[in-house]
Nanobody
Framework: QVQLVESGGGLVQPGGSLRLSCAAS????????MGWYRQAPGKERELVAL?????????NYADSVKGRFTISRDNAKNTVYLQMNSLNPEDTAVYYC???????????????WGQGTQVTVSS
């Protein structure tokens, strides 16, 4: 069984910063990538940022967060981070950690999700 544990959400003022973390644990053979999605009330889920977990690092960001958010990883800890700077009210949402994981030597991969952490940006 694989579990994703998120932390770092909370309430911040506009222009503030927040750092999210997500640690994967359990039966993990390898991780293909880890990333963050978010969903605001009345809105569809959207990809925020993604980072590959192999030897060659590739990142992907939503246009709305480029230049403000930075995703990073610590492969030794199976952990992904999201540094969020210059936050604005439009960033308010539930942020979900996502990981694509191989659990055994089989090439089959599975998607896992965290429970979500609330980020609220308000003055």
């Amino acid at each position: 069984q694989v579990q994703l544990v998120e932390s770092g959400g909370g309430l911040v003022q506009p222009g503030g910063s927040l750092r999210l973390s997500c640690a994967a644990s359990g039966s993990i053979f390898s991780i293909t990538y880890m990333g963050w999605y978010r969903q605001a009330p009345g809105k569809e889920r959207e990809l925020v940022a993604l980072i590959t977990s192999g030897g060659s690092t590739t990142t992907n960001y939503a246009d709305s967060v480029k230049g403000r958010f930075t995703i990073s990883r610590d492969n030794a800890k199976n952990t992904v981070y999201l540094q969020m700077n210059s936050l604005n009210p439009e960033d308010t949402a539930v942020y979900y950690c996502n990981a694509r994981i191989r659990r055994t030597v089989s090439i089959t991969q599975y998607d896992y999700w965290g429970q979500g952490t609330q980020v609220t940006v308000s003055s």
